[in-house]
């Protein structure tokens, strides 16, 4: 791989959106329920699937209290040769960025919730802990994703206590079916399993 | 903070090094020992303290057998508004990005390792088992991180464990004195502890 040209040229990434996110997603309306919220990153999981930008997961980070969308993200590990490229890191990446800010929890921001098609592996859990958020709400589970051959990493129970300790509410299983179909769709189209 | 104007409006983020590392860096000579390797992470670390651009820690990917550096990260949380910018995970995406890969284990690539002035923390550690490195060597503890005020979320024997199981070599303390004085000047200095 190395052709004698110099090393560290990349001084930089650039973490982009697959175009299809544009015309996918309402960016105006509110979203009302888990349902309607968890629907649009499972939508998300699904196109990324549909358009082969990336495996099948999806996630978005709303304002609590009002609804309103504030970053969306698609799993672009693939996409963008980037191993932490989960769908999760890319919408808190994103939401971030919107408020201008290292934390959703800095002081006069709204609360924040992360709506992900799957429960997190090990690095998004973490993730999660530093963005500020202060919901996590999963669809697919951790089994649904290894039954696909995913490695989720180092999660434990424990994990999870620890994110409640720091006042993160976590919500498990809704539209779950929805976003193990998203799964099997992605099986079904052998598309490949980066975290072997 | 909203003011009216559309959410959504962000679908990128581009992540840079501070220019400064440009200069820091010596990107042609291979580096041989542990120690040699460590010394970079390090001064990457305490640059970024001194230079005001980041927290008090860095990291850098090398070729495991030729000693070659691949890429170089430093904490850009602060500085980029961006959560998951620990240094890991900089130093990591950098790499990816010079070897055209989402994983430093692809076939025909030399094995990689990760150098990081301080145990990684939750989500580094999940990005470290993702990047395909096949070894960690870490400088100061992940005590020494916490005695400053920095959490490092649910690391626990079993995520090294996991680490181990998944062909990961982890080698502790090497510099930890060299890497804990710069924790204490970020701390002297005082430093945003922005995972509170």
Known sequence: MNDGTPLG????VVITLPPWVTSAVDWQRPYEHDDEKMRLAVALARLNVERDTGGPFGAAVFERDTGRLVGVGV?????LN?????????????AEQERHS???AAP????????TSCEPCAMCLGATLWSGVKRLVCAATRDDAMRLGFDEGPVFPASYTYLEHAGIEVVREVC???ARAVLELYHDRSGPIYNA
């Open 82 to 94: 980037c191993s932490s490229l989960h769908a999760e890191v890319v919408a808190l990446m994103l």
């Open 108 to 115: 006069g921001l709204p609360r924040h919730e992360l709506f």
């Open 75 to 79: 799993n672009s590990v693939v996409r």
């Open 176 to 178: 779950r079916a929805e």
């Open 102 to 104: 290292f934390t959703l």
């Open 9 to 12: 040229m990349h001084s930089s």
